[in-house]
């Protein structure tokens, strides 16, 4: 076998130009990436390359996919442990190079011992700047936004890391279509109230301000995954919010008990399957408050509450939430959005939407937020 013996090793802190994408804690020795969309970026000029990832769970590995030049060309699962990865070999050494190792998965809310890491990179070239991109985008949802389902066979139905994806998703797809760098916060299930199953700890607002608050275990607590997110190094230009589906579905679901209260949290439906007007009120309380707490943090951002991909019941809900807010404050940044929904053509694995319907949620998207901006 070949060997390289020019290949030389840089710890990401060594790497010139190297560009991380999604929430950090700032440390780079390694890199911890914690959320779906989360990568290391650089431009390379060189004609072979490895990373040297770390990957730790206790039942859901970690998955990442590889981009050279913003094309996809590689998608693996993550064993434990720590190796080298190779991510091209034999190519032009004269050629410049963009490489983007995507976290492909959500975080882990379920898994404490889940985690990913990137420590170095091994290459025979040399690394030349990252081009800025003029926007910041940030996404925050579910299942949706994570990707799950847009990998695999309309038939599948186990609830495993193979079928989520960052790349053929709406989230990464707009900002693509809109040159624009991109966050993504979001977890399966979860609402701004409550989980599908009334889960009234499973909310994205609550651990919002946090670096990765939804994770737990000891191992995620030594990884900074519970400190304070620094909003002031990166602020978005448009913040779009996808939620209110699981929300929907803990109105079907039985109540939820706390096993340390021993209280039980039920979102209820009226005899003719109507809303319970009260448990509809703490909804668009919710979405409210949010929204409060989304401004506080995005001081300048257009604020785009999006929905729909399946199915608009709480629609009417987010509308009186938005404009109660809207009004209260004058905030005139913020608006809602009806994203389309899935067909019987554009749905993936496990129920959730395909890449067909991402594809359609991104042009709409797309189109919306270029008014918005003026681009």
């Known amino acids: 076998m070949h060997k390289n013996e020019a290949l030389q090793t840089y710890p990401c802190s060594g790497i010139e130009h190297l560009k991380v994408h999604g929430r950090t804690t700032g440390c780079l020795d390694p890199v911890t990436l914690f959320w779906t969309g ?118 599948e139905e186990d609830w495993i890391p193979m079928w989520f994806s960052a790349i053929h998703n709406y989230t990464a797809m707009t900002a693509d279509a809109l040159n624009a760098e991109y966050r993504v916060i979001s977890q399966s299930g979860w609402g701004v109230l409550t989980s599908w199953d009334n889960n009234p700890h499973a909310n994205l607002p609550d651990t919002y301000e946090q670096v990765c608050g939804l994770l737990a275990g000891a191992k995620n607590t030594a990884l900074g995954a519970f400190s304070a997110n620094d909003f002031d190094s990166w602020q978005p230009d448009v913040v779009v919010v996808n939620l209110g589906t699981n929300d929907d579905g803990a109105f079907h679901s039985p109540g939820w008990q706390d096993e340390v209260s021993g ?81 019987n053509e554009t749905i993936g694995a496990r129920s959730h939407p395909g890449v067909l319907d991402h594809k359609q949620a991104a042009q709409e998207l797309t189109g919306y937020i270029q008014g918005i901006l003026a681009i």
């Open 263 to 343: 209280k039980i949290h039920n979102q209820r439906l009226n005899d003719d399957g109507t809303y319970n007007e009260a448990d509809l009120a703490a909804f668009e309380l919710a979405v409210e408050k949010f929204l409060l707490k989304l401004r506080t943090n995005n001081k300048t951002a257009h604020i785009i509450w999006a929905y729909g991909m399946l199915g608009i019941p709480m629609m009417p809900a987010i509308h009186r939430g938005v404009d109660r807010y809207a009004k209260r404050t004058g905030d005139k940044k913020v608006s809602v959005f009806q994203l389309p929904n899935m067909t």
């Open 38 to 155: 989360s990568a290391v970026e650089f431009n390379v000029k060189a004609s072979e390359l490895w990373i040297e990832v770390e990957s730790g769970y206790d039942q859901y590995e970690p998955w990442i996919s590889i981009l050279i030049n913003s094309v996809p060309v590689s998608r693996q699962m993550l064993t434990a442990g720590r190796y080298w990865v190779c991510v091209f070999r034999g190519m032009n050494e004269n050629a410049v190079k963009n490489v983007r190792i995507v976290k492909d998965v959500q975080a882990m809310s379920g898994d404490p011992g889940c985690y990913m890491q990137i420590h170095a990179v091994k290459t025979d070239g040399e690394f030349v700047p990252v081009e800025a991109k003029p926007y910041k985008f940030e996404f925050i949802g579910d299942s949706i936004t994570s990707g799950e389902g847009v990998v695999g066979a309309k038939s």
